[in-house]
């Protein structure tokens, strides 16, 4: 089907229809002439450059074949149970929230904002498990991969519909090949393939826009069974991820832009789309309890980075962020996955940037509007990129961080478009100059860019290698983010300190990351994975130069900010107890637990629980201290334990004894 505005047939292609008088009575017949785009046959024709951007993908990507798992890829893969039980866990991962197989318990999950619903992809690592057993991260990124190549695919096919070959010209510098090959290559996708886990992103795009294939068949054969078949693939794509709820608008929009057909036709086909969103929605509503928000109030900077912010700095921040979004689509460098506060300033309307970014919207809005009419397919670009850039822009619904590469993936179909329409068609109206120029200066930039994007791409894609290198490649971009500074330390504590054996390197490894560690709490005072991390660097720190009272300073800090964090307090309890049993100052040690203990938590806080915690921490040291044993006893007392209370008391006087003597 060559989909043009007028509806006219392609001559290329154009069989026996009498295409004008069916379009003019408006019948049931299809409104657009069809042609090999979407005949039987495509393939055969269409095959190699299909090829082409699945080698491409491959090409681009085939070293993360050898990579292991990386970031989130713990929450939906191989720590989530219900991933971890193969096809047993499908039930599971379609009746709850997304990362409940990682957190199992549900007030965990109202540590983050909104809900996750995002049952698809997870459903295929499980089947992957299913098949292939456990551990088997290879098999799930030559999965990515194949399917960021079939999304190419899907992307030309669909484009060569909307952009049909000019009768002299060739798929090799047609709008839908230049479009699907700057898909395919740019830089921005990086994460969305190399990540296993943005595998939601790719079948959330795929689906959809197979859904709005689906869509235009329909229109070209007018056979319901393709109606059908785009609500069931809006919905496989919504299952992938909530975004895809955009193509609602993207798909009628596209059809009313691209064929002239009555509104109540459009209306129509849309009713098993708006169905599929339905379906989503209750099954959506049933598997979380709630529809955008689970009413928690969430504290953590981390999962709310708003959350300091006045209406205004949400605002002015907000829109610095979507201009940062046109950038990366056009300057793709540098790349990070980290956009935690604060890489992304907190900024007010004083600062220029989000004035600007605030302005190039609202042109690009205003402008495409009154280009509607007249079909120009900038126009159509622009209003797509805003469609799918809306769900993720925080301006609507929150997000839970400020802006994510991978958010970009269905918006940057827009780009893609936009470049392959401005190379192949208005470059070569634009210089009326003799055929051949303006595709030789068109194949030049096309060329270029290709280029540029491809090495930026590959260049990128061994970041994803493991957590060390995605750190260290994300702190070196993002030194305002209190987050890459703590995952760069964990990730050299875990990686290399706890594995290394030489004194000169292990010193050189805590200088590094003492310096992170302070930096992620400069910008973060109450972040609680980095008041994790140091207390195992102000361990790490004392292993070096033994000076207790610096230890006992940051484990003060600690006890008052996490004293019950489930990973810092285990850690505190053993390395006591290490010091304890291997020759600590044992008068530094009763010290420290008297003032914890008793002064801090037991007189301050009321908290007889921690109180008896440090305190006891005093036992095993080589000698009994008077006053912790005393401290202890009252302790005991208040909470009604007067046996422990007496022996308390007990050993208390009989260590004043031995001090008389």
């Known amino acids: 089907m060559a989909i043009k505005n007028n509806g006219k047939q392609n001559p290329k292609h154009a069989k026996s229809v009498p295409a004008t008088p069916a379009v003019k009575k408006q019948s049931a017949k299809p409104s657009v002439a069809l042609n090999a785009t979407f005949a039987p046959g495509f393939w055969a024709q269409h095959w190699f450059p299909a090829l082409l951007l699945v080698a491409a993908s ?8 050898k990579f292991g798992y990386v970031l989130d890829d713990q929450m939906v893969v191989w720590q989530n149970v219900y991933v971890q039980k193969g096809f047993a866990g499908l039930g599971d991962i379609f009746g709850a929230d997304s990362f409940m197989g990682y957190f199992q318990k549900k007030e965990n999950l109202y540590l983050l904002e909104g809900g996750r619903y995002r049952p698809l992809s997870l459903a295929t690592f499980a089947m992957e498990v ?23 695919v899907m992307l030309y096919r669909l484009l060569l519909g909307l952009f049909p070959i000019k009768e002299a010209g060739g ?27 943005g595998r939601d992103e790719i079948l959330a795009l795929l689906f959809s826009l197979a859904a709005l294939y689906a869509t235009l068949k329909y229109f070209d054969t007018n056979n319901l069974l393709w109606s059908i078949a785009s609500g069931i693939l809006l919905l496989l794509g919504l299952f992938a991820k909530e975004n895809a709820l955009t193509f609602l608008a993207v798909i009628p929009f596209t059809v009313w832009f691209f ?22 929605i209750l099954v959506r509503y049933q598997a979380l309890g709630f529809m955008l928000d689970h009413g928690k109030a969430v504290k953590d900077l981390m999962n709310n980075p708003f959350i300091n912010m006045s209406v205004g700095e949400k605002f002015a921040t907000i829109f610095l962020t979507l201009g940062w979004y046109l950038k990366l689509l056009f300057v793709p460098y540098p790349l990070t996955h980290d956009y935690y506060p604060y890489h992304v300033a907190k900024v007010n309307w004083s600062d220029w940037r989000p004035l600007v970014s605030l302005a190039i919207y609202l042109g690009m809005a ?6 509607l009419p007249k079909r120009r397919v900038p126009a159509f ?69 290709a280029g540029v994007f491809a090495w930026l791409s590959f260049s ?37 300190y706890l594995k290394t054996k030489e004194p000169v390197e292990k010193a050189r490894l805590v200088d590094t990351m003492e310096y992170h560690i302070n930096r992620s709490l400069e910008i973060n005072p109450d972040y609680g994975s980095a008041l994790i991390m140091k207390g195992a660097i102000a361990a790490a720190r004392f292993e070096e130069d033994h000076q207790m009272d610096k230890l006992f300073h940051e484990f003060g800090i600690l006890l008052e900010k996490i004293p019950n964090n489930a990973n810092f307090r285990p850690f505190f309890d053993k ?38 915690k440090v305190l006891e921490h005093a036992l095993p040291t080589q000698s009994e201290d008077e006053r912790v044993l005393n401290a202890l006893s009252e302790v005991y007392a208040a909470i009604g334990n007067t046996q422990k209370a007496a022996e308390m008391k007990a050993r208390a006087e009989a260590s004043a004894k031995v001090l008389i003597r």
């Open 460 to 496: 990128r894609v061994p970041v994803w290698k493991d957590a060390l290198s995605l750190n260290t490649s994300a702190v070196n971009v993002s030194e305002g983010s209190a987050r890459s500074h703590c995952f760069y330390v964990t990730a050299l504590y875990e990686n290399q």
């Open 130 to 152: 299913g098949i292939f057993g456990k551990d088997h991260p290879g098999i799930s990124h030559f999965i990515n991969i194949l399917l960021y190549g079939l999304t190419g």
């Open 259 to 280: 064929l002239k057909v009555p509104a109540s036709r459009i209306l129509s086909a849309g009713v098993p789309l708006l169905l599929a969103a339905l379906v989503f």
């Open 366 to 371: 205003v402008w495409a509007l009154i280009s």
């Open 171 to 197: 798929w090799y510098f047609s709008v839908a090949f230049i479009a699907a090959l700057v898909f395919v290559l740019h830089p921005l996708h990086s994460e969305a393939v190399a990540n296993i886990k």
């Open 58 to 65: 491959f090409a681009l990507y085939f070293a993360a074949l």
């Open 381 to 449: 670009a622009v209003l797509y990129f805003l469609l799918t850039i809306s769900i993720v822009s925080n301006l609507f619904v929150s997000v839970g961080t400020f802006m994510n590469e991978r958010f970009a993936f269905m918006p940057s179909v827009a780009f893609a478009i936009l470049v392959g329409w401005f190379l192949a068609q208005a470059l070569p109206s634009l210089l009326k100059e003799p055929q051949q120029r303006p595709y030789l200066l068109g194949t030049g930039l096309l060329v270029m860019l």
């Open 575 to 612: 390395y006591m107890l290490y010091l304890a049993n291997n020759g600590g100052n044992p008068n530094k040690i009763n010290a420290f637990c008297y003032h914890w203990g008793y002064e801090y938590f037991y007189q301050q806080k009321k908290d007889t629980d921690n109180a008896i």
